[in-house]
């Protein structure tokens, strides 16, 4: 599956964005049996886990973002969705979502907080 990450940009503390991914190239069986995480990486940094959608619907979410991120997706149009909310300057980096049972990675958006 080829997956196509957008929605990151320049936002100030406190602020909001949405991050999407969308499965091209998906029909739509096979979309919904697929989980989907987000990871985000800073220079210097090992990627990090964000958050976690299984195909089932049950979520995680990293504990740093807990509270504040959620992670849905719109089956119609092959999409997983990270709503960003209270945004703080440590979650600047880059944004991957992945498909563990494709293997597939995102190919990053950028998401920078300013104080």
């Known amino acids: 599956v080829q997956l196509q990450a957008s929605g990151g940009g320049l936002v100030q503390a406190g602020g909001s964005l949405r991050l999407s991914c969308k499965a091209s190239?998906?029909?739509?069986?096979?979309?919904?049996?697929?989980?989907i995480d987000w990871y985000r990486q800073t220079p210097g940094k090992q990627r990090e886990f964000v958050a976690r959608?299984?195909?089932?619907?049950?979520?995680d979410y990293a504990d740093s973002v807990r509270g504040r991120f959620s992670i849905s997706k719109d089956n119609s149009r092959k999409t997983w969705y990270l709503q960003m909310s209270s945004l703080e300057p440590e979650d600047t980096g880059v944004y991957y979502c992945y498909v563990p049972s494709a293997n597939s990675w995102g190919q990053g958006t950028q998401v920078t907080v300013s104080s």
């Open positions: 190239r998906a029909i739509l069986s096979t979309f919904t049996t697929y989980s």
């Open positions: 959608m299984e195909n089932s619907g049950a979520r």
